[in-house]
């Protein structure tokens, strides 16, 4: 019997992911088996060996792995302590089956700022309420894996667009409490997502989900100095829970709610 397991695992709800999957394994080897989603993959520490349509391929800890669905494989540890991993399981909507051919080519991608993407793409799936972020940073990774997979190192220039950047900050102006997804956003605006997130940070030096979070904890300051408790402000500004509100409002304001509404005069 294996030792040395530990795992965790949860469906967000975010489009296009179908699984997110942490694990540490010290001896457990994974036999032959398919997905039918593509296998995003991240090493934090040790490494994997695995064999993909009969090649022989590993994982150090700089690289990102993208194993196309429906393709073989198998894994087991390549360094003496075993590794860490992080994978997300992504459906055909943010990858086509025409990208099968090349991953299955090169599954590992040496790509420091693809890298450093992926894991804030996992830190922000492990926080519910912040499904806009997780959207937008996925968004940004299955543009450059496409990007990667077409034998392309950088995503294609895109022109500055103001007029889709005014239009998506309206309707998250209007839609501060209920937020909006950057699918809905999309197709709303009749935008590709990854256009909508880089035409609005570049108009406004800062990323949607940023905007968002920045005008509700601005609404919840005010509700604070209305007298109304911090307990009462997470539901009326739009945050998942009292959890939530006080990670976005202390990162913003540099205080807990509580002491802000304490301090006021």
């Known amino acids: 019997m294996a030792t040395g397991q530990e795992v965790t695992a949860w469906r967000p709800s975010v489009p296009g992911v179908t699984e997110v999957f942490h694990a540490r394994f010290t001896e457990y080897a994974y036999p032959m088996h398919v997905h039918d ?6 090493v934090d520490d040790g490494a ?7 090649h022989e391929h590993g994982t150090p800890h700089d690289t ?3 194993l196309p669905p429906h393709v073989p494989h198998n894994g087991s540890p390549a360094t003496p302590g075993g590794f860490r991993k992080r994978v997300v399981y992504l459906d055909g909507s943010r ?7 090349p991953a299955v080519d090169s599954p590992d ?5 693809l890298r450093l993407r992926v894991g804030r793409l996992h830190a922000a799936l492990a926080r519910p309420g912040d499904e806009l972020e997780a959207e937008s940073r996925l968004t940004l990774v299955a543009e450059r894996l496409c990007g990667h997979l077409r034998h392309r190192t950088d995503p294609p220039h895109r022109p500055r667009d103001p007029v889709i950047a005014r239009e998506l900050r309206e309707l998250l102006d209007a839609r501060v409490v209920e937020g909006v997804a950057l699918e809905e956003a999309a197709a709303l605006l009749h935008a590709h997502p990854a256009h909508l997130v880089r035409a609005f940070s570049a108009a406004y030096g800062i990323a949607p989900h940023q905007y968002l979070m920045s005008r ?3 609404r919840a300051r005010r509700l604070l100095l209305d007298g109304v408790p911090p307990g009462g402000v997470a539901s009326l500004t739009g945050f998942y829970d009292q959890a939530h509100l006080t990670r976005h409002f202390k990162k913003l304001v540099g205080v807990t709610p509580g002491r802000y509404r304490n301090r006021a005069r």
């Open 37 to 42: 989603a593509w296998t995003l993959l991240i």
């Open 48 to 54: 994997v060996r695995y064999d993909l349509d009969r």
């Open 64 to 66: 990102v792995s993208l």
């Open 95 to 101: 990858l086509g089956d025409e990208l099968i051919g």
């Open 109 to 113: 991608l040496r790509d420091p700022v």
């Open 216 to 218: 509700r904890v601005g």
